[in-house]
T-cell receptor, first 117, second 113 residues
Framework: GAVVSQHPSRVICKSGTSVKIECRSL??????MFWYRQFPKQSLMLMAT?????????EQGVEKDKFLINHASLTLSTLTVTSAHPEDSSFYIC?????????????FGQGTRLTVV | KNQVEQSPQSLIILEGKNCTLQ??????????LRWYKQDTGRGPVSLTI?????NTKSNGRYTATLDADTKQSSLHITASQLSDSASYIC????????????FGTGTRLLVSP
């Protein structure tokens, strides 16, 4: 199956700093990528939908100035957690769908464990 | 309200045994239903994806069923292995203008030696 690579897999940062997470589709082009957040023992919660070449669409309650999303190419989307706080500590996962394949499966990255100290 | 409910929340079985996980959904309009396996600290990996017209689909020791009339799905795992220990997530795609995924809360399976 298609591969989505997420980097880094783990990151620890100090409160007040910013952290960038990358999501790459390695063997296909993705017009749309999705960013999720997952708390322990809970399911994935969609944060935003990232569209190549345009602004991201954020879910209700997600601060767009806090979670900056850039989808500059068909194979790369980035999520930047700005001015991170301990409550931002979570597991962040991206997924991507192939161009023109909106009804097929989404391929997920391996996730990024963010710890803010 | 568009929801996906899974049961049981958690399950412990002995290695080699079979088990069945349940998924009920109220998502509408329905596009397809997926089962994912998520290992701890990893992203979900697709097991099966079924459309409205499909009743059953297999992927190795995993067999998923779908009853679109009762809006129920199940995932049957045969001859469980220790590596099957993971969370299994039922996900339904809504057939709206932009297809969105609705996630279940998952079933945490532990296969014990």
């Amino acid at each position: 199956g298609a591969v989505v690579s997420q980097h880094p897999s783990r990151v620890i940062c100090k409160s007040g700093t910013s952290v960038k997470i990358e999501c790459r589709s390695l063997d296909f082009q993705a017009t749309t990528m999705f960013w999720y957040r997952q708390f322990p023992k809970q399911s994935l919660m969609l944060m935003a939908t990232s569209n190549e070449g345009s602004k991201a669409t954020y879910e209700q309650g997600v601060e767009k100035d806090k979670f900056l999303i850039n989808h500059a190419s068909l194979t790369l989307s980035t999520l930047t957690v700005t001015s991170a706080h301990p409550e931002d500590s979570s597991f962040y996962i991206c997924s991507a769908r192939e161009v023109g394949q909106s009804n097929t499966e989404a391929f997920f990255g391996q996730g990024t464990r963010l710890t803010v100290v | 309200k568009n929801q996906v409910e899974q049961s049981p929340q958690s399950l412990i079985i002995l290695e080699g045994k079979n088990c069945t996980l349940q998924c009920n959904y109220t998502v509408s309009p329905f596009s397809n239903l997926r089962w994912y396996k998520q290992d701890t600290g990893r992203g979900p990996v697709s097991l099966t994806i079924m459309t409205f017209s499909e009743n059953t689909k297999s992927n190795g020791r995993y067999t998923a069923t779908l009853d679109a009339d009762t809006k129920q799905s199940s995932l049957h795992i045969t001859a469980s292995q220790l590596s099957d220990s993971a969370s299994y997530i039922c996900v339904v795609m809504r057939n709206t203008g932009f297809q969105k995924l609705v996630f279940g809360t998952g079933t945490r399976l532990l296969v014990s030696p």
